[in-house]
């Protein structure tokens, strides 16, 4: 597929035209666009403005309510919790961002739970935004159940996204953004276009088996990394992001695939550290600057790929993409023309 | 090895008399005795009391100092910062346990962060111990560098412990307690002892490359779970529990095998939410236990293996060790009765 080149701001202004042309009030409109631009950024396109047509499919299938009242409660002076009354995702995601900055500003550590909420984007660009002002974070949500339990034969735990990131005062936040499993399903796919093999580390048939055939595969699941501890961290992303939030989860969230029409009932859950508590910003760019470099500095496997810190890749191409534009499918890029153009 | 049955209380007993007659005060004692013993209780015998006699070798090699005064700052109403002084881990992270839960309790989530400390044992212990009390946590621990960072022939990364817990009212709590290998040394030892080939995820050799040859892999470096991702993982987790704490980090942090005399400067991270604030104690029982129950009704992929959640086989043990005793190799048994017999 052709690509085209179109500049950041103007990428999120017709996000944002896009949405509130469709029934996104302006203020939702904004929030979900900043997140998914920035997913762009950062070049994860899964999560970045080729889901506005998806997010508006399911408004128009009353799935989600782009209009619905987002109340944050202050549950304890350093716990807020936010119903997100079944709205967009990402204006559910930043508004408990916001919302747990102030009480982080207050107690030194804010936690935020969110539940009643959708798809809320890729987990990265909320912990640049809290590195942006300082804040070290833990950030993750609940998912639609794509993987098998460890030892188990039926999808009952999601491919829940986790992130930990930490600012460096005048430099590049470290920020690590991963989901659980070895591989996304994408990459099966591929292997069974191309007619190979895959590792018997990627997934399991139907049946709960290790598999080196991709379309077994794609009849099984997903599999965790590091097996048990894999698992064991998708399960306790859910708890904290579903079962403590008081959102939906494991099998109760609802698939918004299979029922586009019904609320999912995801959850969220945010740490935030206010870093100017335990240091100066010189003492913490040191700091962080003298880590990245360890690391970095470490002797190579291969002399052409040195070793990177988490993130290290993303940041680089959301810093390139800001001055040169972010580089898009044509066809996605036309779809967002549509939506926002005048009728 | 024979094994020999220790009653739970007579193991802490014992352990506490080995270390208070060997130069570390009651109070540390009783600390550190908790914590191993606790480790034992759960099946964690290389962090249980064999632990002991290591910890008092430090001590007579003046590389870790039990009378150490530690101190606890609080930096903000949710953040408390403990010095450690150099003294024993165990008790470092007892102490920092405890002055999170104090701020947890006040603002409804606290963060403590600790550094001068020394390997603190296991994490589940204190996950544990704040289930009991009704609060959440994540706790990891910076530790000696042994894994090489993803792509690189160095070892400059902690396999760090990572632990992620819930309460359950009434019922067991659910705690998942993680390194960040996909296995630890022991098993390629093992398969070195055996002569067998290991599967090429386990280990790196020496060049960074991965190998199936055992004898290579024991010179390499362990790999990390999911490749980038536990290497990512175990990254974020020296940032929480080193850089920010004010701890060493990385290869800062000194070798207690090849520098055992030198303080390591190891940190550790809790972050601790009091889950009274979330809801009434019916409500999160139901929804813990019912969150257990779907994953534990998963069919299996062998029917002789039930689906667990994380943390189940180390409760069930730790409640029938409690009336039945633990069972331990009855040199580490007779080394502790000889510390602890009076002189």
Known sequence: MANTV????????LAREALARNGVPEVVAADVARILVLGDLFGIHTHGVQRVPEYL??????????TAEIVVRRLAPGVTSTEGGNGLGPAVGMRTLRSTMECARETGVGVGFARGSNHFGAVMP???????????????????TTMAPWGGREARVGNSPFAIGA????????????ALSVVARAKIRAAANKGEQIPDSWATDGAGLPTTDPHAALEGFLQPIGGHKGYGLAVMVDMLAGVLSGASFLTNVSSWSTHPGAAQGLGHFFVLIDTRRLGDSEWLAARVTEF???????????????????GEAELA????RLDEGVSLDVADVEA???LAAPR
């Open 6 to 13: 179109v500049a950041a701001g103007e990428l999120e202004r």
């Open 57 to 66: 499919s399911r408004v128009r299938a009353a799935g989600i309510d782009p």
């Open 126 to 144: 909320y912990s640049f935004l809290a590195a942006e002002e300082g804040f070290a974070s833990i950030i993750c949500s609940n998912a639609t």
């Open 167 to 178: 600012p460096c005062p005048g430099g590049e936040p470290i920020i690590l953004d991963v």
């Open 292 to 310: 990245a470099e360890i690391l970095r500095s470490t002797p190579p496997a291969d002399p052409a790929q040195p070793v990177r810190v988490p």
């Open 317 to 320: 191409l959301y810093r390139s």
């Open 336 to 338: 967002l023309r549509g």
